[in-house]
């Protein structure tokens, strides 16, 4: 009976997430104490995981071991509990570790961006000197003691009232204390992060519950969010929360509170205004009758007007921030290739029309072509895919800003979804975009060799092919599996 019992303890899917979410666990306090928060703030004005170690090829290759890693357990993790019915103790541990993983990564430096430290002086500016961030840039306040940290000071910030608002407590418990206003911007993203994953298991719990548990878990243990939202305290997994929420809403048909919370995603970075369309369609649609939907318009309208109101009117201003970033052409973007090309031929204002006419151009058209099968018959998975597919395509089309960590936004839509193919590709897509900063290495080694053309190929083919190599290694083979069946069916 011993025997028997150790054999069935010994296959527990238990045991076997308590020993890949351990392994899983060494991987980020490798990187956490590789790179300490407190001691690298100290020692450097500005740095990177790069530079600090003088960009040794055994730094690349510690990083590719470590994310390689992360990628592999939690892969594993998704095998064993893909058939695994709903297990509360089961959920319990995936969300043990998730909390363990981001809490170990809040000491970790953020090694491959420094927008965290921007985001510190925005709020500032607004706690301390009582100006309006999105309009006033950091360069303004030159004898701030904080300024030597910012690497965008030129620039007001690019977000949106909101997340200015959340930022605030942070800001008035550190004080003139830059280490802990830098700690506690970075433990901003945690609760939200721990908050979407309860509305993902909610939402799966709704529509696929056998697929709660695997689900949950690619969004929880994913390095990539995790990395970003908690190692660099990006800002854009807050913005999914409520994109998150507002999908939760959706599913249990609380229709007048999508819009509103969705615009609350909107407040903290304008770009996930594209979903607002699919949402409103899908709602409006669900509603019984004419007059029902009417109704349902002038308040969902009303709450969001008033909701704007309050947010948005103390900050009220053209979005100075946000229209500057607009016009940077990053290495990284797939428009930028166009805009590259075009520079050498026509000149640099020339190139940038070109470039943003045409992307926005294909991109409305690709955006209206996907709204009508919203229109004909409203379906929340239909709903849910195609808002990763717009992401996605915006990224590819018309972004001409684009960052590794804009990745994490299609993923938090949309990698928890038991749809083999969207999971394959926002798999891969994660991969990549963590990939992308060992290309990065590859640049700094040839930055003086390297053109702006071939230095943004890099980074497009290491980024974007791998997942749209899936994405139409998918289709076909979908298309290959129908016309086998259509023949075996002829043939019977």
Not at 241 to 263: D, G, N, Q, T
């Amino acid at each position: 009976m011993k025997l028997i019992d150790l054999s069935r303890w010994v296959r527990s899917p238990l045991l076997h997430i308590t020993l890949l979410g351990t392994l899983s666990w060494l991987a980020y306090l490798h990187l956490a104490t590789t790179y300490p928060l407190e001691d690298f703030v100290r020692r450097y004005t500005l740095t990177d995981f790069g530079r600090v170690n003088d960009w040794k090829v055994a730094t690349m290759l510690d990083f590719i071991a470590t994310i390689s890693a992360m990628l592999l357990f939690g892969l594993l993790a998704w095998c064993v509990l893909y058939r695994q019915p709903r297990n509360k103790k089961l959920f319990w541990l995936i969300f043990a570790f998730a909390v363990l993983f981001s809490s170990t990564l809040l000491t970790m430096y953020p090694i491959t961006s420094s927008d965290v430290f921007e985001y510190v002086f925005h709020s500032r500016i607004l706690v301390h000197y009582g100006q309006n961030p999105l309009v006033v840039p950091p360069i303004a306040f030159k004898g701030d003691p904080f300024l030597r940290q910012i690497p965008w000071a030129l620039h007001p910030s690019p977000y949106g009232p909101l997340w200015v608002l959340l930022t605030v407590p942070g800001s008035l418990l550190a004080t003139n204390n830059f280490m802990v206003s830098l700690f506690m911007m970075k433990f901003m993203p945690l609760p939200f992060f721990l908050g979407c994953i309860f509305i993902i298991a909610a939402i799966l719990r709704l529509v696929d519950s056998k697929y709660q548990l695997a689900g949950t878990l690619l969004f929880a243990w994913n390095p990539l969010i995790l990395l970003e939202a908690i190692g660099n305290g990006h800002n854009g997994l807050i913005m999914m929360f409520f994109a998150l929420f507002a999908m939760y809403l959706l599913l249990k048909r609380h229709w007048v509170w999508v819009i509103p919370v969705l615009v609350a995603a909107v407040l903290i970075k304008w770009a996930i205004a594209i979903l607002l369309i699919p949402f409103l369609i899908y709602c409006w649609r669900m509603q019984p009758d004419s007059r029902a939907r009417w109704l349902y318009l002038a308040k969902t309208f009303a709450i969001t007007a008033v909701m704007v109101l309050i947010l948005a009117l103390p900050f009220l201003a053209i979005p100075t921030g946000l229209l500057e970033e607009a016009n940077f052409y990053s290495l990284l973007a797939m428009p930028s290739v166009v805009y590259y090309f075009l520079k050498g031929i026509y000149g640099n204002n020339v190139a940038k029309v070109l470039t943003l006419s045409m992307g926005l151009a294909v991109y409305l058209i690709v955006y209206i072509i996907s709204l009508r099968s919203l229109l004909r018959k409203p379906e929340p998975r239909h709903l849910m895919l195609l808002s990763v597919f717009l992401i996605v395509a915006y990224f590819g089309i018309a972004c001409v800003h684009f960052q590794p960590w804009f990745v994490v936004w299609p993923i938090a839509l949309g990698i928890w979804i038991n749809h083999a193919m969207v999971r394959r590709v926002l798999l891969v897509f994660t991969a990549s975009a963590l990939f992308s900063y060992v290309a990065n290495f590859f640049w700094i080694w040839n930055y003086n060799v390297w053109q702006a053309l071939q230095t943004n190929l890099v980074f497009v083919v290491v980024i974007f092919s791998p997942p749209i190599f899936i994405g139409v290694l998918n289709m076909l083979m979908q298309i290959l599996s129908q016309r086998m069946k259509y023949r075996q069916a002829l043939l019977d």
